[in-house]
């Protein structure tokens, strides 16, 4: 099969399902790289695939300190606090994978934290995020951040 | 580094259960917000959150008692002294970056800046102290963050670099001397038992370490979804009792099916301490492990676990050298050499009683 772009033999093929209508991308090495450029942040998956097909390792994707995926895997460490959103769901998983399926912090938080505006911030994202994995039918996703927002409003449900 | 003899949280009272447990630690780990992990720092801002973490609690009352060390202005034998007494990680020691180490005069509480966190504080006691562990660690880290902030996630809690940290970031360990058990072949139950329980089950000096003389760690390997205080319950009024129960189990059975066998363990591990001209760390190890079994077996009075323990420091390479500068020490046979004359004096009163 060849590149939907140009004559070159495709070796990214890529079913994409926006607002419930099934595309199927196929794309030369080339263009998948130019292509997944455009890919936003919120689609880890086609990201994933982006680094792994192209060799992007090194793209960025922790705007805190510049942690990509593929150096998380490598690793398995953060780089700042930034990687915590910016690197999900892989972090996520990897966080749920160490600690025997535990999905939310319980217990003691710091006196000082900014609370309610960190709090807001974050579920902001989760609706967002949660809005977009509907919105591409991508359902497991979708079940992962219902139950993390279900974790944050069940932190701030408890007394400090 | 004042010499072990002057104290050192190993030296402590034993305390109960000491026929099974060493000595408990509670570790805490902490990221100030606002700077990259240390994985991700720049050599400034590594010196940063040194000085930033260290100003503020000499200026402080939760932090006062610490004395700093700079790590790279420490000669490496010192720094290997400081691992062998438990109060730094090896890979802290190891690094070449700017970090450094708080530790109170008693040298029960020591703070590592810029391990795989910016904070590592850690409390350490003789025997089952896991409460005092606690509330030592606990109380550093309440003053800290009056004056510190800490890196904090709404989801997941107190971040860290390693996602097994992430959440209350505790990590309860407790020393525990199991001889019999690994005698009648049932550690590897209990590690399975561990694994199955989220628990690891390391050497001597924990994560990825040898098992020496029969000295192992336990500790808890989830720190997510659990308050730090039910982590710290779990291990002292479930698992340690527990393990502690077979350890005994193990060491009766082993007493009754083979007196004579267990009287000789002892007497032979005395015999070659007490005259040996040559011995090797791991040897030294093997067989203070058996000392300090015939001691809990009530074999001997003549001396008691204290000495033991301490003997376990002193045997070590870095602690050797440095009680002894005029000795030369160039060979691993000179090392030895002065390894046996260090247990051979320590041990006389042992050799009299043997006969």
Known sequence: MKCDQCDKPAVVHETVITAGVQTTVHLCAEHAMVQMHHVPASAPIAELLAAHLTGQRHQPACGGCGMTLAEFRKHNLAGCSACFDALAPVIDQAIQRAQGGATAHCGRAPARRDDAEARQAYRARLLRDLEQAVAAERYEVAAQVRNALRDVDAIAERPA | ?355
Not at chain 2, 318 to 326: D, F, G, I, S, T
């Open chain 2, 1 to 355: 580094m004042k010499p072990i003899e002057n104290g050192g949280p190993w030296l402590g009272p034993l305390g109960r259960d000491a026929d099974v447990v060493v000595a408990s630690r509670v570790r805490l780990a902490r990221n100030l917000a606002g700077f990259p992990f240390t994985n991700r720092a720049s050599t400034t801002q590594r010196r940063e959150v040194v000085s930033m973490v260290r100003d503020r609690a000499q200026a402080a009352s939760w932090g006062r008692m610490l004395g700093w060390v700079d790590l790279q202005a420490c000669p490496a034998e010192q720094r290997t002294q400081m691992v062998e007494r438990h109060l730094v990680s090896k890979q802290f020691a190891a690094s070449d970056a700017p970090r450094a180490v708080g530790i109170s005069a008693d040298e029960t509480l020591s703070v590592m800046v810029n391990e795989e966190d910016h904070l590592r504080i850690q409390a350490m006691y003789s025997g089952l102290r896991i409460d005092e562990c606690f509330a030592a660690a606990t109380a550093f880290d309440r003053g800290a963050e009056s004056a510190l902030d800490f890196a904090w996630h709404h989801r997941w809690g107190y971040l860290t670099a390693c996602p097994t940290n992430v959440g209350c970031g505790i990590r309860v360990s407790v020393m525990l001397h199991l001889p019999a058990l690994r005698l009648t072949s049932e550690l590897d139950r209990v590690r399975r038992a561990a694994k199955d329980l989220h628990l690891a089950l390391r050497g001597f000096h924990g994560e990825g370490s040898e098992p020496m003389g029969d000295f192992y760690q336990l500790s808890n390997q989830i720190t997510l979804g659990m308050r730090d205080e039910d982590v710290v319950g779990e291990l002292r009024d479930r698992i340690i009792p527990q393990v502690i129960r077979y350890e005994r189990l193990a060491r009766e059975t082993y007493r009754s099916k083979a007196p004579a066998a267990a009287r000789d363990r002892f007497i032979r591990a005395a015999a070659l301490l007490t005259h040996s001209r040559l011995m090797q760390l791991d040897e030294a190890m093997k067989l203070l492990g058996r000392l300090r079994l015939g001691i809990a077996s009530g074999l001997t009075e003549a001396i008691d676990s204290t000495l033991v323990h301490r003997l376990l420091l002193q045997v070590q390479p870095a602690h050797l050298a440095l009680a002894r500068p005029n000795d030369p020490m160039e060979t691993l046979e000179q090392q030895s050499a002065a390894r046996a004359t260090l247990l051979r004096d320590a041990l006389a009163p042992l050799r009299a009683s043997i006969g």
